[in-house]
């Protein structure tokens, strides 16, 4: 069982640091979860190749990790979605001018 990638790694990174520079964490919020749900089902598939002391324990980890599976796509479409509704620019993941809003730096 794999998970199928609509964002890389790098992808994720690129829509975080957009938001680190601005207001807007809607999509950031949705990025971490999808790179969380990344290692949780990775975290599963590490116990399901280990020995199973009992079809209890391996029936566990299968149904975490097909769930996870399951909310990893429909969280996936979510980011793809909004990014289109917000109209991000999709070759360079760039949040639109219209919802930028620098972050005001904190004076000393």
């Known amino acids: 069982m794999n998970l199928d990638h609509k964002f890389t790694a790098l992808h994720?990174?690129?829509?975080?640091?957009q938001a680190a520079l601005y207001t807007c964490a809607c999509p950031v919020h949705i990025s971490m979860q999808i790179t969380n749900l990344r290692k949780?089902?990775?975290?599963?598939k590490t116990c399901m190749e280990m020995p199973a002391e009992n079809e209890v324990q391996m029936k566990v980890h299968q149904r975490i990790a097909e769930v996870t599976k399951k909310a990893h796509e429909l969280m996936e479409q979510c980011l793809d979605e909004v990014l289109d509704l917000e109209?991000?620019?999709?070759?360079?993941?760039?949040?639109?001018?219209?919802?930028?809003?620098?972050?005001?730096?904190?004076?000393?």
Do not use: C, S, V
């Open 40 to 44: 949780l089902f990775d975290y599963q």
């Open 12 to 17: 994720l990174a690129i829509i975080n640091k």
């Open 87 to 108: 109209g991000w620019d999709r070759t360079n993941l760039e949040m639109p001018e219209g919802i930028r809003k620098r972050i005001e730096p904190i004076d000393a």
